[in-house]
């Protein structure tokens, strides 16, 4: 499978190891051992942190990997009873442990917020702000719950909390990310909107408002033209794509800041002094769009060496259910 995406891609930015639970594959290690063999910048472990807390073994394991390795880490919310609705079990004493236990071996680590109307959507400035209290915390990516996977009774008209409603929580929270500092992916941006800050221990500058306001224009759809900015055009690109390589993200942002003068560099700067939001939304059969799945940055490598859509993937081929609708899409049930 990674052969296959590297044949696709060359040297693909980012290799997400995801499930069910990764970590509990017998060969896990392997795998991941396999991927830093491969052209592939940057390899992440999307993970519940249930093994990360209990096995230190494991635990130093993955520090091996570093660096271009980092776990993306289930942290849905800093509720009990969030948790139970979210996951059906409390995992809030789960979620602290596998932070501690990668905190001690220096792992670079996203938490990842699924969010749900009438459950977290309140705590999304608190949960930022947690993060920053943990050093091996380089952002928090936040999805709108999708209708996939473990999902009971799910109903889009009170469940959502979209892409807009996520941003406009984070600006209004008690946070240091302002209008202009979380912005629309180029690749993807009725999908994905994100956000970079310098980071000092728990203090956050955002460095995105700094951005000529001219550079963003309101087109359909809701794109970010950068013309008149070729210099900064290409290192946009370059800068804001979902590849988070320690090697290379100290380098990309240098790049950057060279073209906006009235930001300095600091001296001696790394992975760990740099902050980042992602907003990401998956769509599913109720929100599903042709155009936006053709945009799509993020897709899953099939064990036959298919490389497909995420939401394409769990709309007609992750389960049952999902042949089911390919099958009827097809006009044979």
């Not at 635990?59 to 980092?70: H, M, Q, R, T």
């Not at 800093?78 to 979210?86: A, D, F, G, S, T």
């Amino acid at each position: 499978m990674m052969d296959a995406l590297v044949a696709s891609e060359g040297e693909p930015d980012l290799l997400q190891l995801s499930g069910g639970e990764p970590t509990i594959h017998p060969q896990i290690l392997e795998i991941i051992a396999a991927a830093k063999r491969r052209p592939i910048r940057h390899i992440m472990l999307n993970t519940n942190g249930i093994r990360i807390a209990q096995d230190t073994a494991f635990v130093e394991s993955l520090a091996g990997f570093k660096p271009g390795f980092e776990v993306y880490l289930q942290f849905d919310s800093l509720r009990p009873e969030v948790h139970k609705n979210l996951r059906g079990a409390d995992l809030t004493r789960i979620r602290r442990q596998a932070l501690e236990a990668l905190e001690k071996a220096n792992i670079s680590t996203t938490l990842v917020v699924v969010v749900k109307r009438g459950q977290n959507e309140d705590e999304l400035g608190e949960i930022i702000n947690y993060a920053l209290t943990w050093k091996c915390v380089r952002g928090v990516t936040f999805q709108p719950i999708q209708d996939a996977g473990r999902n009971e009774n799910f109903d889009p008209r009170t469940d959502r909390f979209v892409l807009s409603d996520i941003r406009r929580s984070i600006i209004e929270a008690d946070t240091a990310f302002g209008a202009g500092d979380i912005i629309p992916l180029p690749c993807n941006p009725e999908s994905i909107a994100i956000g970079y800050a310098l980071r000092n221990g728990d203090k956050i500058a955002p460095i995105t408002s700094f951005f000529p306001r001219e550079m963003l224009v309101e087109a359909l759809p809701n794109a970010i033209t950068f013309e008149k900015f070729p210099d900064l055009h290409k290192q946009i690109l370059n800068f804001f794509s979902l590849s988070t390589a320690e090697c290379n993200n100290p380098e990309k942002l240098d790049a950057l800041l060279c073209c906006l003068p009235q930001i300095p560099v600091p001296e001696g700067m790394g992975y760990e002094n740099i902050f980042r939001i992602a907003i990401v939304e998956f769509m599913d059969a109720h929100n599903f769009c042709i155009s936006r799945v053709k945009r799509s940055c993020v897709h899953f490598v099939t064990p036959n060496g298919q490389i497909i859509p995420f939401e394409t993937y769990n709309m007609f081929y992750r389960d049952e259910a999902a042949k089911k609708r390919m099958a009827i899409s097809r006009g044979l049930a």
